[in-house]
C-alpha cells in the first residue's frame, strides 16, 4: 500500500489582478494534478474502500 502526502502546504494568500488570478489558476492545476496521479496509482480495490471508481478520478481531482 503506498502512502499519501496529507500535509502539503497550500500557497493561497489573497492575491488581487490578472497575474494573481493566474497563479491560483496554475496552483489549482497543479493540486489537481497531484491528486489525480495519486488517486490514479491506486487499486481497484483501493478505490473502492474510499467509495470511488476510476470514472471518479477526475470529478474528484477537479
Do not use: C, H, P, Q
Amino acid at each position: 500500500m503506498s502512502a499519501v502526502d496529507t500535509n502539503r502546504m497550500s500557497f493561497r494568500a489573497s492575491r488581487n489582478g490578472l497575474f494573481g488570478k493566474m497563479i491560483d489558476a496554475v496552483l489549482a492545476w497543479n493540486e489537481a494534478r497531484i491528486t489525480r496521479s495519486a488517486l490514479s496509482r491506486l487499486s481497484d480495490r483501493e478505490l473502492n474502500d474510499i467509495g470511488l471508481t476510476r470514472y471518479d478520478i477526475d470529478r474528484v481531482a477537479r
